[in-house]
């Protein structure tokens, strides 16, 4: 064999090794301790806040709602972060934040007692598990793409996004279980031990160099990003209105099993995402996208106009099935749109957007259903999903031009 055919064999070895799937697990597993600290006291703090120390609803839902706008405004600073100091950097202080989360957790179960400084004590948590979040996904996200090489950007997207969802998944009943047996406090010790472990296992892994060049200022990254956060927000309204609203679409009309539509949501989501993610690299983002979009404009079409659980339940699963590819299917046109020093700006920038979607979501749609009834919200999310619909085809125009 020759030298060059034996280099282009071990450049060929390398390659594979890189994109591998455990090769990409290794960092987006830092998502997922970011989103199990988050969903372990998903379901347990409003009951707390709001049965058991006495406070309104209004309060009770501030404490799950504050750590999306501590997100929603660390997201810039996570980028810049990724792209100046690198991402294992950025990692790092996401775990640092999570497992001081966890601290000032135990903290507020320990002062119960006072009241009021206990529930300051679980605010001060949600923001710096918010921080965490931003820092450590966004690290987690950018060091695995830096990691695997460009041309795996939709793969890392795509992984990173089932460490998301089935991080929440799983930490949201561990989270009950945990405090129905040894109180609040043991949910913060669980975020402790695995956020140190965490810090731990990023500080052996191997840095990456850092893309030397000029830095794009904050406002030129969101002005080239911003129109794809669009598409990915409206994008995300099944989402939202499916996990926020189900549950009562179901109970209106006296149905049962509306947590199987939750579930038949979450598994299409997954199965599209590890079966059909290389069609992105394949076909490209925009097309993908297009594709992805529509079929769930069918699946919220179905949710709109179902007159059965099962008809709800086949919506439900297409929802999630066209959802899955939209994030990473935009996320990689949006990417392109920034120099290779500037990635980590603009995966701040885009997944911002959809921190805003999260959060705007409900309180809009609860005012659609106030007005129209429970049916309407499903139409409400059908009108956004087909305008991102129209953004990407706007922008799939706009790149052949």
């Not at 913060?188 to 956020?195: A, E, K």
Request: charged residues 10%; aromatic residues 12%.
């Amino acid at each position: 064999m020759s030298t060059s055919s034996a280099d282009g064999a071990a450049l060929s070895t390398l390659a594979t090794t890189r994109s591998g799937t455990w090769h990409i697990l290794g960092y987006v597993y830092f998502t997922f301790i970011c989103y199990l600290s988050i969903g372990l006291p998903l379901a347990v703090l409003p009951p707390y806040v709001h049965l058991r120390m006495g406070y309104s609803a209004v309060l009770a839902g501030l404490v799950i709602s504050i750590q999306y706008i501590a997100t929603l405004a660390s997201r810039p600073w996570a980028g810049r972060i990724s792209d100046r100091q690198g991402a294992k950097i950025s990692v790092i202080w996401g775990m640092v934040a999570c497992t001081a989360s966890g601290a000032v957790l135990v903290a507020a179960w320990a002062l119960y007692s006072i009241h009021w400084l206990s529930f300051w004590m679980l605010i001060l948590s949600r923001l710096l598990l918010g921080i965490g979040e931003s820092l450590g996904s966004t690290g987690a996200t950018l060091w695995g793409i830096t990691a695997a090489g460009p041309e795996n950007t939709a793969r890392v997207i795509s992984y990173n996004g089932i460490c998301t969802y089935g991080a929440m998944a799983l930490g949201a009943p561990l989270g009950v279980a945990c405090d129905q047996f040894w109180g609040l406090g043991s949910l913060g010790v669980l975020t402790i031990f695995i956020g140190a472990a965490s810090i731990f296992l990023a500080a052996r892994k191997e840095s990456l160099p850092i893309m030397e060049g000029e830095h794009l200022p904050f406002s030129h990254v969101l002005g080239r990003v911003a129109p794809h956060g669009m598409g990915l927000a409206l994008g995300g309204v099944c989402y939202s209105v499916l996990a926020t609203f189900i549950t009562l679409f179901y109970a209106a009309r006296h149905w049962n099993g509306a947590a199987l539509c939750l579930t038949a949501f979450g598994i299409a989501f997954i199965l599209a995402r590890l079966f059909f993610v290389q069609t992105i690299n394949a076909y490209g983002g925009f097309p993908v996208s297009m594709v992805c979009l529509a079929v769930e404009s069918i699946g919220l079409f179905l949710l709109w106009r179902s007159n059965s659980p099962s008809v709800a339940l086949t919506g439900a699963s297409l929802g999630g099935f066209g959802f899955s590819l939209v994030f990473p299917a935009i996320g990689v046109e949006a990417v392109k749109r920034v120099p290779e020093n500037n990635r980590g700006t603009a995966l701040g920038v885009y997944t911002a957007f959809a921190d805003v979607s999260f959060f705007l979501v409900g309180p809009i749609a609860g005012a659609v259903i106030g007005w129209f009834g429970y049916r309407s919200v499903f139409l409400f999310a059908l009108l956004s999903v087909l305008c991102a619909l129209g953004i990407v085809i706007v922008l799939r125009q706009v790149q052949r031009d």
